[in-house]
């Protein structure tokens, strides 16, 4: 171990350096003690603090081990040093969108690090300890308990955890720690999103297109909240000269996205019952939170009066490179998971080196606007309309339009129309007519079939609702004392009320919106509930009951879907079955109605569709039906 020390970089540099090689050579194999600090400063001729300083880096990225009393070691090839990402809410949770593209930009941080010797272990699911007696201790079985006593951890990333000062004081064990903010009372948050530069962003980019009466939809979580987007939002109004903006909280029960959808979804019926009245309907509606921006399209799609309205304009906090279907166009302001993920492990990497730290928290700011499949930048040129060449460029053309003067024929003109033309442009409007019929019928058909498919989502929610509720077992098909059925199970979870066994249902979530059958006894619907994969009746059942912890792949399997029922044509006879026959009484098959597709709900919570041939033709042991199928 001969180094030559240089003036060319500072002594401690040029040994981490020098470390780096010999190992990444092999010259320093794994395991492999290194010589004590006294021999290396007299061997280099460095002093002491330049060493420490050295060695406290690679000991920060996991490339060697320094123990007390017994010396500094190159740390094993295969044993790297761990960080501990804590998240909130539970991975598996289907709104879990922005935690899981944070998670996976973490992960690739680490791993795809060139000098740090790190890995990373992630536990999620902390939200379910918050605010309960005794949450401050967790179960002593905890799997991070455990980890964090036998596994080396360098650094703890906690995602809006929500942990207290207590939790987090018992996890972190002295652990270097970084936290994304909001958090919990107590704490400070090391890193944040500029929400401030969102909210006066957004106001000042819909003015500048001249829309003055914004509503803010401003999701507030139970026990998180913070003044920044309102801070944001009242600079762009005073700057811009608008009037107050109509603020709007959505107070939800839960931190989980579903409770938040469901909480915009009947706020904005509300206010759309309000602005039918004598206020109005604004120019635009700006929402804090995308998956609460599904709850507020669907209910613009569900109302009649909103739909025959001009479009709104939408804009919404969302994330970059994470998409939701809302079933209207909707502008996005976007923050990168990726850029929060870096400045996050910077943060965590000067902790762990005790060097000095920025200003704490760190706002992370965000990307332009995107408005639908472009970007456009939030400075608009106040002498152009958006999209047009500015006043000074048309100026030259207008003016040289100005000075042209057409000449004028001293004789009169008839101006009446003639028989002929009368019938040549008769002629050519049905012939426009029967060009444009079968797009227009197209047109029409694909929106009934969104409105179908929101069906199925909501329906889908309620289950999801139902099993969670219910250990993870699905609603039955039928219960046979007291006589029900899977849709009046279902009742309370999309806000019905019914009698058990009621004859029929007149909620429109039942019926696909391309039929006309509305109607019919309850068990006649236009959606069928997969028997196969979910649901089995209490009085004839042969199987264990289905579980959603059962399922391998439930992406893949069928939940719900467009069904008809052989013995009442267009109707389904409550349950669905692959095929084409049904059974006896008259149990629903696929029947595609959108353009020979069939809308489908699927058990993870997505919504899609399929050719009609794919779903009956599917094997009834197949992923797509049968529970069992690994």
């Known amino acids: 171990m001969e180094l030559q020390i240089q003036k060319s970089d500072p002594p401690d540099v040029q040994i981490e350096r020098y470390l780096r090689q010999q190992i990444a050579q092999g010259e320093l194999r ?38 007390r009393k017994c010396g500094t070691f190159v740390n094993s090839a295969t044993a790297k040093a761990n960080i501990a990402i804590l998240i909130g809410p539970s991975l598996m949770d289907e709104t879990s969108y922005f935690h899981r593209a944070l998670c996976k930009c973490l992960r690739a941080e680490i791993v795809e690090s060139e000098n740090r010797h790190w890995a990373c272990r992630v536990y999620d699911g902390f939200y379910e300890f918050q605010g309960k007696p005794g949450a401050s201790e967790l179960p002593p079985d905890h799997p991070v308990l455990s980890d964090l006593r036998n596994h080396p951890f360098k650094g703890v990333v906690q995602v809006l955890a929500g942990l207290d000062a207590m939790q987090s004081a018992k996890l972190e064990f002295n652990l270097p720690t970084v936290r994304l903010g909001p958090v919990a009372p107590g704490l400070q948050a090391d890193v944040l999103l500029d929400y401030r530069s969102f909210g006066r962003d957004a106001v000042t980019s819909l003015a500048q297109r001249g829309m003055h009466r914004i509503v803010y939809v401003r999701a507030i979580y139970s026990t998180i909240d913070t003044q920044e987007d309102l801070r944001g939002i009242r600079e762009a109004v005073k700057l811009n000269q ?59 799609v569900q109302s009649p009066k909103a739909a025959a309205r001009q479009p709104l304009t939408l804009l919404t906090l969302a994330n970059e490179g994470i998409e939701h279907h809302y079933g209207l166009p909707v ?12 400045t996050m492990l910077k943060i965590l990497h000067k902790r762990m080196l005790d060097e000095q730290l920025p200003e704490l928290p760190v706002r992370v700011t965000n990307h332009p606007i995107q408005l639908g499949s472009a970007t456009r930048n939030l400075k608009t040129n106040d002498s152009a309309i958006p999209g047009h060449p500015s006043s000074s460029a048309c ?88 006589v029900r ?30 039929t006309d059958y509305k109607k019919f006894y309850y068990w006649y619907l236009t959606y ?31 939940m719900l879907c467009d069904t008809y029922s052989t013995y009442q044509p267009n109707t389904s006879y409550n349950n669905a079955y692959p095929g084409t026959t049904g059974v006896v009484g008259g149990n629903g098959v696929a029947l595609g109605r959108h353009l020979g597709n069939v809308n489908i709900a699927y058990v993870d919570g997505h919504v899609g569709c399929l050719p009609q041939n794919d779903v009956i033709n599917a094997d009834s042991n197949g992923p797509l039906w049968n529970m069992s199928y690994k």
């Open 30 to 67: 794994s395991n492999e003690q290194l010589p004590p600090t006294a021999e290396l400063v007299r061997r280099w001729h460095v002093s002491r603090t330049a060493i420490h300083r050295a060695m406290t880096r690679l000991v920060a990225d996991g490339v060697i081990i320094r123990k």
């Open 242 to 300: 608008l009037p107050e903006v109509e603020v709007h909280g959505l107070k939800s029960t839960t931190i989980r996205g579903r409770s938040m959808e469901q909480a915009a979804y009947e706020k904005t019926l509300e206010l759309i019952a309000k602005w039918q009245g004598r206020h109005g309907f604004p120019d635009a509606i700006l929402i804090s939170d995308d998956i609460a921006t599904r709850g507020v399209a669907l209910a613009l």
């Open 331 to 342: 502008e996005r302001y976007d923050f990168s998971p990726r850029l929060l993920a870096q």
């Open 395 to 482: 100026l030259p053309m207008f003016q040289a339009l100005a000075r042209f003067r057409p000449l004028r024929l001293n004789r009169q003109v008839s101006s009446a129309m003639t028989l002929i033309e009368l019938l040549v442009v008769m002629c050519l409007l049905s012939i426009l007519m029967c060009l444009l019929m079968p797009g227009l019928k197209a047109a029409k058909e694909s929106a009934k079939s969104m409105n179908c498919l929101n069906n199925l989502r909501q329906l889908g929610l309620a289950v999801r609702s139902y099993v969670e509720e219910n250990n993870g077992f699905f609603p039955p098909s039928s219960i046979s004392s007291p």
């Open 485 to 514: 059925h899977w849709p009046d199970i279902l009742a309370p979870y999309v806000q019905y009320t019914c009698a058990a066994g009621a004859f029929y249902i007149k909620k429109d979530v039942y019926y696909c919106p391309s």
């Open 528 to 558: 069928g509930y997969n028997y196969y994969g979910c649901g089995c009746a209490d009085n004839y059942a042969t199987r264990p009951w289905p579980n959603i912890f059962m399922l391998s792949r439930p992406a893949e399997m069928l």
